[in-house]
Every structure is written in C-alpha cells, then in structure tokens.
C-alpha cells in the first residue's frame, strides 16, 4: 500500500499539545538505549539491521547513492521526508542531539550529544531545556558554529510563508504568545518589523543565547525536548548564507560532507568532505567515503536490478529505495545478494480505526470482535510477504523504547473468528453485521485490504470495502465521513523515538475533534481518562518510566478497540559488492544508514 504517511497540525486547544509534522518522522531524557522491559507483555525479538557483508573501517574511495527521488529540498527547515533527512543528517546537517547509530535495533534509540556537549539539562518542571554547544565545531568556509545559529536556523520556521515543508514544532511547544487564530505573533526573520517588535522579543525571550549555552523556553513541559530537537528544523543556519527565504537546495554544510557544486534537481549531486569537520567532535558520524555521488530520478527497479547484477558502475553503488516485492524474494534466496542486503522496519505501521459513533462501533466488544476477527498475517502476506511488512498489533514500531509484544485480545497474528463471534453477541448486534470500510486504494492496498475480509465474514461480519483512489485523507476527516463509513484505514510513523509523537496525536480527542472534523481521531475515539493520561506522562521526567507509561496506555487502547494494528512496513537495500558496512536505521525511518557506511578501494 503505497501510501505516504500523512500528518495535521492538531488543533493547539490544550497547553500540552505539540504539533507533530511530516515524515520524522514525525521525540528524551538519558542516554539509555534498548527496549525496557514493560507491562503487557516482553519486548519483542529485533534482529540486527546489517549486511552479513564483512566491515571495514578503512577511508576512501567514493559511495554512488542511487534514488528515484525527487529531494524537495535540503534547506534544514524544510525537510519534509524521512529519508531526506536521515542523509542530511549524517552528512552535513548537525542538531543539539541525535541518535548514535547501531547495527542492532534494539540500540538505535540511544540518544547522545551531536552539536551539543550533551543531551540537556530541563530545569524541574520540564519548561524549560539547556544545550551547550561543542568546541571546535565549524561550517564549511571554517567559521564556528554558534548558539545564535542554533537561534537564527530555529526562527526560520516561524516563517510560515516562506519556510514550508518541514516540522512546525517548534511553534507548537517554544513560550512564543498565539493570536486569536492560534498562529505566533513572531513572523520569523524574513518579515520587517520594527526594532521594539512583540514578536521578535517574545522570540528572544523563548531562546536565549548565553556563549556557548543555548536555554528554550517552553510554553508546557514538555519531558522529551531534547529528542524533538534531533529533527532538522531545530538545525542551525548561517543567517550570512541564507536566501531570506528561497534557495530551497542551498546547502552550507556543518557536518563531514558538502556539496561541490550547486544541487542540480532531478540528478543531483556530490558529495566532498568538508575539510572542517573534525572527527573528533563528532561521536555520530564515521564518515569513510571520501565522496558521495547522489543520483535521483532512477527508478527504483532499475536501480535495484543495476545494482545485483554488480557491474563495475554498481559494485560501488546503495540502492536507496527498497526493492520492489518480486525482486526482494529473489535477492534474500541468493546467498550472495542475500549477504549484501539488509532488510529493516521503517516505523510506518498500517492501522484500522473503527468509528464509534457508527451504530456497529459503540460498543466497546463490538470493537474488540472486529479487532479478533482480523487476520493481520494474511495482510502481510498480501503485502508481499515478510520482506515487505511484519504483523503488529501495536501502533508503536519495534525498534522504539516503548515497543512491546502484548496482545491484549489474545487475537495472534491470524484472527480468531469464534472468540469474535462471541463478542459480537455480548455486543448484542444481530449477524451478519454489515460494516463500511474505508481505504486508500491501489494496486496492493486492494489485495492486502480484500485478505481481510473472509477473517471477517466468518466472524459473523458482512464486510464492504469502499477503495478512494483521490485525496483519501482529507476524504475522510471531512465532518460527513463518520456517517458513511464504520472504519477507517491510515498509517502512521512517529517524529522521533518516543510513543509521544504516535498516540496523542491520534487518540487525544482534545486536540483533534472539533465541528470541522476528527483531525486524526477519525475514529471519534473520546475517552476523558485517556486525554488525562496523556497529560500526565508528558510530565514524567524519567525516560525509561515515561516509555513504559505510554506502553500501558497502548495496551489500554488496544483493549477499547481504539484501534487495530495491521502491519509496520519494512525495507529492504541491496548494494554492490565493495560497499561495506551497510546498515538501515530503524529510528529514523529504515533508510540506508551513512554514519558507517564504507567502501572498499
């Protein structure tokens, strides 16, 4: 199911709330790494995300990195997708904090210190965060990187009118006052505005910069501030080198690579080092190649047929667009493209909502029965097989701290049409109970959702699938979709690796339902004791007890029927032969891994 992921702007009617945005995708105090043991259930099994490949750490030579594409835009706060800004951010975007980068998945949430010495210090109500920044840290042209670039690359998200495209979150959490209509009253840097201008001090009142100490000011505790800002729009920005607001491909790099010529859109680019990031500074990046040469406008099958059959222009070469289905069966029977492949979970979970304010959903059994009844293995299988997706329950991916293997209905992975039948007599509905189904439809949307339905029928359903081929999003948060349809299909990735960016985005009713809409509720999921539990644990200071906390609310959810998970999509990469290292990150979306990756001379 081809679909992208798909994110609003929550309503921001509650102090807690934060907006969460785009593809990093769609979130920490600590630097604990792994899954805790939770409530509900063991943490699930994650196998290591490497190539069998052998490693080197040898420097040198040059990585060809192969897309289809199109890159938007490398403008630090207008990165819009997950795999644009996982590259950026190894190559040559540093943030305050990043995720250290790990073979096993079980360790891809390891936050560290990246332009700052460490994580942040919040102060105890959580409202406010302090960075201090490294040493040695330059830009391209040798000059310092410096808290007021932190400030300046920040301020450009207020920018509405001329930043577009990446996280808003800033707006959403930084204590900058709203208008009437819920926008800032800081317009950003673009817009002149007297010396004496509110907004602009209310701005310098949010972000301080004090030497090398950068303190936000947050307009609610907010307990993992300090992953929020491992996405790209918290990056810094020369103000010297910036466009006033165009110059969507300008790149001025902080990081060990930059671009030896200006971006050309729909080819591309290279990639040289930037003879002024010192390894030293950096615990993140290992930077081997010499130079990168990124290649756009491939399709992605032909990339991935170049690429196995290993010629001299491939042997060098990373595919970094999953291999299509078919080609994917062949390359992981084939020891030697098995060896040089790597197969990863990219965060992306498939869900169905049920609409409780359907006359067939207002019970909560009538919820758990639909949820039994759906044989999540049969979805996968039509999917592609297990290459392609694994069966989840849970909205929340493997590789998160907050993952867990619970399964509360005790459905399995294929459904139990008697237990469902049972429910559905405790729910008191007559069968078969006829149910309006909503999706996105295409080619494989059709097949995996068509897998539901014989789990359905024998479960006492009468199921009809409703395929919407245009604008299926806003199709249905649209106020009249709740009378038409009794569930609703989506996907969802979070921002960054905490539970925090998935479930009140998604069931906090308080920020999503409003007359205009479900916002991302489309369920009309409300449930008062579930909003207050999202508040509670955005104050929980500890990560590993915030973590388990959100745990136990999924499982709460799962419970009620709030949602059913399906399956949480997965990637796989093949390379030549003389790349090395080749790895995916979870964390970041299950791309292609360049902290390590390497090539052999």
Request: aromatic share 8%.
């Amino acid at each position: 199911m081809s679909s992208p992921i798909r994110r609003h702007h929550p309503r921001p009617q509650r102090a807690h709330v934060r907006a969460l945005v785009g593809l990093f995708i769609v979130v920490v105090l600590g630097t604990a790494g792994g899954c805790s043991v939770l409530a509900g259930g063991d943490p699930p099994t994650t196998p290591a995300v490497t190539a069998s490949h052998e490693r080197t750490d040898e420097r040198g030579g040059t990585l060809k990195a192969l897309s289809l594409g199109p890159v938007l835009s490398w403008d630090p706060q207008r990165i819009g997708a997950r795999d644009d800004a996982a590259f950026a951010g190894r190559t040559f975007l540093r943030t305050l904090t990043a995720y250290q980068p790990s073979t096993d998945a079980r360790t891809q949430s390891r936050l560290v210190g990246d332009l700052a010495t460490d994580t942040g210090t919040p102060n105890k109500n959580l409202t406010a965060w302090s960075f201090t920044l490294r040493e040695g840290i330059a830009w391209e042209d040798g000059s310092a990187v410096t808290c007021e670039d932190v400030k300046y690359g920040i301020s450009r998200t207020f920018s509405t009118d001329f930043i577009t495209g990446g996280s808003t979150d800033a707006l959403a959490v930084l204590s900058v006052p709203k208008k009437p209509d819920g926008t800032p009253i800081y317009a950003g840097p673009f817009v002149k505005a007297a010396p004496n201008d509110p907004g602009r001090a209310a701005y310098d009142k949010a972000v301080v910069c004090r030497g090398t100490t950068i303190t936000f000011t947050l307009s609610a505790p907010v307990s993992d501030f300090n992953e929020m800002v491992t996405q790209a729009a918290f990056g810094p920005v020369k103000k010297s080198t910036d466009k006033g607001g165009d110059g969507t491909f300008n790149v001025f790099s902080n990081g060990p690579y930059k671009l030896a010529a200006p971006w050309r859109a729909s080819t591309g680019g290279s990639w040289v080092r930037n003879p002024h990031w010192r390894a030293a500074t950096d615990e993140v990046r290992e930077a081997y190649p010499n130079t990168i040469e990124y290649q756009e406008g491939i399709e992605t099958q032909t990339v991935a047929q170049q690429i196995m059959a290993d010629g001299d222009n491939s042997k060098s070469a990373v595919a970094l667009g999953s291999a299509p289905p078919a080609i994917q069966q062949h390359i992981l029977t084939v020891d030697a493209l098995k060896e040089r492949s790597v197969t990863a979970g990219t965060g992306l979970v498939d869900y169905l909502v049920p609409n409780v304010r359907s006359k067939v959903f207002t019970s909560v059994e009538a919820r758990q029965a639909l949820a039994v009844a759906t044989n999540r293995g049969a979805y996968v299988t039509a999917l592609g097989g297990g290459s392609t997706g694994r069966p989840t329950a849970s909205l929340i991916p493997e590789a998160l701290p907050a993952a867990h293997a619970a399964d509360p209905l005790k459905a399995g992975d294929r459904g139990d049409a008697g237990q469902a039948k049972v429910l559905l007599g405790k729910a008191g509905l007559t069968l078969p109970v006829p149910i309006r189904v909503a999706y996105r439809s295409s080619p494989v949307a059709d097949k995996a959702m068509a897998s539901l339905v014989a789990g359905w029928t024998e479960a006492g359903f009468a199921p009809r699938l409703t395929p919407i081929k245009d604008e299926y999003f806003t199709a249905i948060t649209q106020p009249g979709a709740a009378a038409n349809y009794d569930v609703f299909w989506s996907n969802w990735a979070p921002a960054w690796a905490s539970a925090s960016t998935i479930l009140p985005a998604l069931f906090d009713s308080s920020i999503n339902i409003t007359p205009s809409g479900p916002g991302r509720d489309y369920g009309y999921f409300v449930d008062p004791k579930v909003n207050a539990e999202i508040v509670r644990i955005n104050t929980i200071a500890d990560r590993a007890d915030r973590e388990e906390a959100w745990t136990a609310l999924d499982v709460r959810l799962q419970t009620l029927g709030a949602y059913i998970g399906l399956a949480e999509r997965r990637s796989l990469y093949i390379a030549g032969s003389d790349v090395r290292n080749l790895s995916a990150n979870e964390v970041t979306g299950g791309v292609v891994e360049f902290a390590d990756i390497a090539v052999r001379r």
